[in-house]
């Protein structure tokens, strides 16, 4: 069965620091993959998703994301955070009738 | 209204109360999902429904009864319900079910069970 790791539950980062979150999944085939964020008491929001082609996605908020089919991993990327970055964040493996989330990892941005 | 509309966004109850949770969207999709998000775990898939037909139900206990009277309306039927399933209860529509369409969400309910 597909499924999805985030292994950092918590990361704090320096505004303007660059950031990279990290996302692996399990999976028999090529998935389609996703990264959302979450704001407080808001719902999910699509950063961007992978289904082919090209491994380097871009995404809106300046976000970035690389599939690396070796490393089974789908890492999240900014080169240079805002303050407005802190957010949950959420990797999602897409197969089948079904979607799998990350439990999330939670991003703390310091002044 | 756009998007994904749920309603209420807060509610308590207690145990021996009957509630639901309501769901709209406004997107033209055809599939619509109740998910349950708990603190420090990942989101959980509840029920799926694709045109207005439920394609999965996750082993979600019967005190949870979904509805989907149409592809834009999606209700959560809650009764006696107990503590653990406090947490927020997220519902998504998407073109149609399957892995590859995008699924938009809407702001969620909270829930909390005395």
């Known amino acids: 069965a597909q499924s999805v790791t985030q292994p950092d539950i918590h990361i704090t980062v320096s505004e303007g620091a660059s950031l990279e979150l990290r996302c692996n999944y399990s999976?028999?085939?090529?998935?389609?993959l996703f990264w959302y964020v979450q704001s407080p008491g808001q719902g999910l929001q699509l950063l961007l998703k992978?289904?082919?082609?090209?491994?380097l996605v871009q995404g809106i908020k300046g976000f970035e994301a690389e599939f690396k089919r070796s490393q089974s991993s789908f890492n999240l990327r900014k080169p240079s955070v805002h303050w407005s970055d802190a957010a949950e964040y959420f990797c999602a493996v897409g197969a089948g009738n079904d979607m799998r989330f990350g439990a999330g990892t939670r991003l703390t941005v310091k002044p | 209204e756009t998007g994904v509309t749920q309603t209420p966004r807060h509610l308590v109850m207690g145990m021996t109360n009957k509630k639901s949770l309501k769901c709209e969207q406004h997107l033209g999709h055809n599939a619509m999902y109740w998910y349950k998000q708990s603190a420090k775990k990942p989101l959980e898939l509840m029920f799926v429904?694709?045109?207005?037909?439920?394609?999965e139900n996750n082993s979600v206990p019967s005190r949870f009864s979904p509805e989907c009277p149409n592809s834009s309306h999606l209700f959560l039927h809650l009764h006696t319900l107990q503590p653990e399933d406090s947490a927020l209860y997220l519902c998504?529509?998407?073109?149609?079910?399957?892995?590859?369409?995008?699924?938009?969400f809407g702001p969620g309910t909270r829930l909390t069970v005395l």
């Open positions: 998504a529509s998407s073109q149609t079910s399957g892995s590859s369409n995008e699924q938009f």
């Open positions: 429904y694709n045109f207005k037909e439920q394609t």
């Open positions: 999976y028999g085939a090529t998935p389609y």
């Open positions: 992978y289904f082919s082609g090209d491994t």
